[in-house]
């Protein structure tokens, strides 16, 4: 495992980008951690869950821990695939496209709605295919 998603299992959205992650995840470098399963305050009591609720959150093998966009340009990465993320962390367009990612993250269940008609996941998870 070279990086831990802790992603919020509820948003349809959230779910999607994360089995998309693991479909192209062919070498197991990524593990997810559902935000919404029980105890997970005691299995990371590193990560605040309620901060983690609300800008996604990751850390990698050495325990470093990434957040918003970093975690996305990263997980991708590691994949190989979607290399354009990459240009969300030119210092030119940072700053925005992290503003931009803070309004999504806000409204992740608002605009799940808008895109997929479901704006929470069947008995808070959406299953990850």
Same mark, same amino acid.
Do not use: D, P, T
């Given at each position: 495992?070279? #990086?831990?998603?802790?992603?919020d299992s509820a948003c349809p959205l959230c779910s999607n980008e994360m089995a998309q992650l693991k479909k192209h995840d062919r070498l197991h470098k990524i593990e997810l951690a559902d935000?919404?399963?029980d105890n997970f305050e005691e299995k990371y009591p590193h990560i605040d869950?309620?901060?983690a609720n609300n800008? #996604?959150?990751a850390e990698t093998n050495d325990g470093t821990i990434l957040t918003g966009l970093d975690v996305t340009a990263k997980a991708w990465a590691l994949t190989g695939k979607h290399k354009w993320i990459q240009l969300l962390r030119l210092p030119c367009v940072k700053p925005f496209a992290d503003i931009a990612y803070r309004?999504?993250?806000?409204n992740r269940y608002q605009i799940s709605y808008l895109l997929t008609g479901q704006q929470r996941c069947e008995d808070g998870s959406c299953k990850l295919k």
């Open positions: 495992m070279e #990086l831990r998603i802790f992603y935000l919404n399963q869950l309620s901060v800008i #996604l959150h309004g999504f993250a806000k």
